[in-house]
């Protein structure tokens, strides 16, 4: 991790930016099947780019149970809420460039004006993960971006990468780890077999005939490959153990009057080695060479609902991180990876990340201002 990662957008408009790269953000936020206030929903304008070049070309925000888990035949209001609400902290600067809502889960791509001609292709998939592999409660939805931009020199030089932006909600309950792998496992494989034929080869046996799908043909084809969702990963910690160490984490913090306190990164530490997420990608189970940037806020799930309090319930469910974004990237800087706490109208908070991504592939294209040639009817 480079010294400069983690910083905010507003604290790096000092630093020199990276031409050459494409600068995006992921928002995941569960919903509760309750619709966010505009001041709630207001750290959306964080991604915003400002005239001196700094802010997000692409924003993917994905949300969970944004509706009752029901049939219906149109798309429900907090759905639509959600994607206002995207829409207008945006600004008209934004295009909404692919939106899809599957059941209780909705994903919305923005792109900034700046960059929206380099779009050369984008399609949206989706998997279902629920009862029988039917059910919409749980699944994932998929957008394939494919973006091409020629440099600004007269080399002819063309830069090109090709990415997959993934939102999720996979199975719930501490005991169910190899129920979200299954998940993943089928929604990387689904994802493949239903790519665009465009910006994905399909994979061969020797004799010609379609090869199965497993998910590595997808993923090691990509560019950028970023997942995020409520992704029910849980601590494996009694419920007591945690509370006491949160509310120790915080005391650090307030006392040192910063998130870098070192007694309180070595209480993160002791449950994060407990995490079933971090463990599950260290055995390759799931999620296999993905990466995740350094978690320094407090666990998102489950909070009780206008408040700052873990689950009080009869239930009392265990703190966990169950909201995460991972990526997978050939070329990836973490600009910043963190929670909103203070949007609190549901039992999960917000996370959202920040990434400075580069261009995949640069082949020798014509250059600028070359008119071709039009095709001579040949003669046979």
Same mark, same amino acid.
């Given at each position: ?49 400002? &005239?001196?070049?700094? #802010? ?45 809502? +599957? ?5 919305? *791509? ?27 409660? $749980? #699944? ?23 990415? +997959? ?23 990387? &494989? ?28 997808? *993923? ?11 992704? @029910?990963?849980?601590?494996?910690? %009694? ?8 509310? @120790? ?19 993160? $530490? ?14 390759? =189970? ?15 799930? !489950? ?15 265990? %703190? ?5 974004? *991972?990526? /997978? ?5 973490? +600009? ?5 706490? @203070? ?9 959202? #990340? ?9 082949? !020798? ?6 008119? =071709?040639? %039009?095709?001579?009817? /040949?003669?046979?």
């Amino acid at each position: 991790v480079k010294e400069d990662e983690g910083k905010t957008i507003d604290e790096l408009e000092t630093m020199k930016m990276d031409d050459d790269c494409l600068t995006l953000s992921m928002v995941t936020w569960n919903l509760g099947e309750v619709a966010p206030s505009e001041k709630e929903a207001s750290f959306f304008r964080r991604f915003r780019k400002h &005239s001196n070049g700094v #802010g997000s070309d692409l924003v993917m925000i994905g949300a969970q149970e944004c509706e009752e888990i029901k049939p219906r035949r149109t798309e429900g209001h907090r759905s639509r809420h959600i994607r206002r609400m995207g829409i207008m902290m945006l600004g008209k600067e934004y295009v909404p460039i692919a939106i899809h809502s +599957l059941g209780g889960i909705q994903c919305a *791509l923005y792109c900034h004006r700046d960059v929206l001609g380099d779009v050369e292709m984008i399609n949206i998939a989706y998997v279902t993960c629920g009862v029988g592999n039917v059910f919409h409660n $749980k #699944g994932a939805i998929g957008v394939y971006l494919k973006m091409k931009r020629q440099d600004s020199d007269d080399s002819g030089l063309i830069k090109s990468s090709r990415m +997959l932006f993934i939102t999720g909600h996979l199975a719930a309950h501490v005991k169910n780890v190899d129920a979200r792998n299954n998940d993943f496992r089928r929604i990387i &494989s689904e994802l493949e077999a239903q790519a665009p034929a465009r910006f994905l080869r399909p994979k061969r046996n020797r004799d010609g005939s379609p090869a199965e799908c497993d998910g590595e043909h997808l *993923l090691s084809s990509m560019d950028h490959v970023f997942f995020a969702g409520d992704l @029910n990963y849980r601590i494996d910690l %009694p419920r007591e153990y945690v509370e006491r160490c949160i509310t @120790n984490i915080k005391k650090c913090r307030s006392e040192a009057k910063s998130t870098t306190s070192e007694e309180a990164d070595v209480l993160m $530490k002791k449950l994060l080695r407990r995490d079933q997420l971090l463990q599950t990608i260290a055995s390759g =189970r799931a999620f296999a060479d993905f990466n995740e940037r350094n978690i320094d806020f407090l666990p998102t799930f !489950k909070l009780d609902k206008n408040t700052s309090n873990y689950d009080t319930s009869a239930k009392q469910r265990v %703190p966990a991180w169950t909201d995460r974004i *991972l990526f /997978r990237s050939k070329k990836v800087r973490v +600009l910043e990876y963190q929670s909103a706490s @203070n949007a609190k109208h549901s039992d999960h908070r917000p996370v959202f #990340g920040t990434f400075q991504v580069g261009w995949g592939s640069t082949v !020798k294209g014509k250059p600028k201002g070359f008119a =071709r040639k %039009p095709k001579r009817n /040949r003669r046979r």
